[in-house]
């Protein structure tokens, strides 16, 4: 058996850690890998499923919250308009959320279907761009947090 983490001769310029994993494409998921995505695949979809539906629910309530703030104001849109500008950005975040996952999903499903590593790959920058997205809204809401915090 060989070590893997032994370095390789320097007259053989193909042997590394990783070598025997790789094909002559580069790295591929393995069956256990890419069943592991598939079965994430339904999971995904319901949670943006819930998203979009939650983003529905967010622009009914945001319209009705307006229209009676705008109402009980005497007609015009001060207290409205004061409440749509935060709820526009809670739309706008939870849309983008859902529709991320729905097409980090959509991507698994292609990869079931045609077996590709491309589209393994697609899948791939589907869930960083899920989670880089994710990772700019807790910075936005760590700053905000701070800065009620100091001004408190």
Known sequence: MKNPYQPGSPTNEKSGIFQQDQSPEG???NSSAQS????IKGWLRFISVLG??????????MLIVTFFMS??????FGL???FL???????????MLALR??????SI????????PTDLEKAMIEQMKFWRLTGILVLVLLVFILLGIVFS
Do not use: D, H, N
């Open 80 to 82: 409205g308009v004061l």
């Open 101 to 106: 996952l729905s097409k980090y999903s959509s």
């Open 109 to 116: 499903g292609r990869m079931q279907i045609s077996r590709s």
């Open 27 to 29: 790295l591929e998921a």
């Open 52 to 61: 979009f539906i939650s983003f529905g629910v967010i622009v009914l309530y």
């Open 85 to 95: 500008l935060p709820s526009m950005v809670m739309t706008i975040v939870v849309f």
């Open 36 to 39: 592991y995505l598939y079965s």
């Open 71 to 76: 109402a009980l104001s005497g007609g015009g």
